[in-house]
């Protein structure tokens, strides 16, 4: 369908054009007309479904009919899992928002950068504050935000939102939103936390699924290399010149991982890069801005760069390590092949992942043909796993206080 058949105002359709928006994806079809209808919502959709243009531009388009007068309230609060989603989110409301006749004023609230200076935005007035829920939970707690004008909550990528203990502070947020208000999920797995989060923020949702939304996935050569573990770094070397792979997003399993590959890399003359939770914002936002500008040709990365990163002409994605979660693998594969280009996701796999790349493959709905690439063939024996004693329950420390800990170091 065409984004001029969804009723968005002539000012948003000027700066669709401008931006190469012509046909709505199935999420932006399904979702728009029902936010025009004031309905709340639970969507189901996978990374590259283009969900972000589907809850921000019908707000932009109800905000703008408003007629608000005095300094600017919080009208919108839009939630991610990330920083570099929230400043895409950021981003999009004010490319979108170019040619109305007011323009809203968007803050981003986000770690890694001045706390200071986010509260002074947000006191001197704004009307969309975009942020990442651990920053937004310290500012509740201060007290120092006042969303009692809210008209739109938005949870965008809410399933990952669990991994940074969002579950446990959701009663905090509650507590600080006005009853009415129209709220908007967005996730791509809806597990039974998801839903007792959905049961608790939403009224009589609208249920969105889209399964058939693998448009990004059908213009992926997906492939499956097998290697033994310590071979791996020099097959990642071969095969980025042999393939002449132009830009390459490699995901490791741990922030010293690929702070210790680039190093590598850079030693044999490429341009490499890390990307992790461990560098300042401004450091993360200069290493994506020359990846995006090819200045970087590798960059090794964990998976807050499986989400929210949107760079539309990395050629390959490569999985050194596997993700823990079966989930995160598509998200992984969806930073290659999108707008509608092609892309290559390779996933390299020892004898000890074989057993959980069949899981992936099983929930995913794919079967890969393995591969081994000649002078590094796979060798060996699996290694024979050995039962241990079975965990006491209660005594796994929980993973907002890991979180905890990881934060005060």
């Not at 009723?7 to 932006?28: R, V, W």
């Not at 947020?173 to 998801?194: C, V």
């Not at 200069?286 to 929210?308: P, Q, Y």
């Not at 949107?310 to 993700?323: A, E, M, R």
């Amino acid at each position: 369908m065409s984004f001029s058949k969804l009723n968005l105002s002539d000012k948003l359709n000027i700066s669709l054009k401008e931006n190469e928006y012509i046909t709505a994806t199935a999420i932006q079809e399904k979702v728009i007309p029902l936010v025009f209808e004031h309905k709340d919502i639970m969507a189901k959709a996978q990374t590259g479904s283009g969900k972000t243009a589907s809850f921000v531009l019908p707000i932009l388009n109800l905000w703008a009919k408003e007629k608000y007068v005095g300094k600017a309230k919080i009208r919108c609060l839009v939630l991610t899992p990330t920083r570099e989603l929230a400043l895409q989110v950021s981003q999009a409301f004010n490319t979108f928002s170019k040619y109305l006749h007011k323009k809203p004023k968007v803050v981003s609230v986000i770690g890694g950068e001045s706390i200071g200076e986010q509260l002074l935005d947000i006191q001197k007035g704004c009307d969309f504050v975009v942020a990442t829920t651990g920053r937004l939970l310290d500012i509740l707690k201060k007290k120092q935000i006042n969303l009692s004008t809210l008209d739109f909550l938005v949870l965008d990528e809410a399933d990952k939102m669990l991994d940074f203990g969002f579950e446990e502070e959701l009663e905090l947020l509650l507590e600080s939103l006005p009853t009415k208000r129209q709220n908007l999920m967005f996730s791509a797995t809806y597990p039974p936390k998801i839903l007792n989060i959905a049961s608790k923020i939403t009224q009589n949702p609208i249920e969105i699924s889209i399964e058939s939304e693998q448009t990004t996935v059908e213009t992926i050569n997906q492939r499956v290399i097998e290697v033994n573990k310590e071979n791996r770094s020099a097959l990642l070397r071969t095969l980025i010149k042999d393939e002449k792979w132009e830009q390459v997003l490699v995901f490791m399993a741990s922030k010293r991982s690929c702070d210790n590959l680039a190093f590598k890399f850079r030693k044999y003359g490429f341009e490499a890069e890390s990307f992790h939770g461990n560098l300042i914002q401004e450091e993360r936002n200069e290493t994506l801005e020359d990846f995006k500008n090819k200045k970087i040709k590798v960059l090794f990365a964990t998976d807050i760069a499986a989400r929210g990163l949107h760079i539309d002409n990395i050629s390959c994605v490569v999985n050194f390590d596997l993700p823990r979660a079966v989930a995160d693998y598509i998200h992984r594969i969806g930073r290659t092949g999108r707008a509608g280009k092609n892309g290559i996701a390779v996933s390299f796999i020892s004898h000890e992942d074989k057993e959980h790349f069949s899981l992936i493959e099983k929930r995913s709905d794919i079967k890969l043909t393995r591969e081994q690439i000649v002078g590094f063939e796979l060798t060996g024996e699996p290694i024979k796993k050995i039962k241990g004693q079975a965990p006491i329950k209660g005594k796994r420390k929980s993973k907002k206080d890991k979180l905890r800990e990881q934060n005060s170091k």
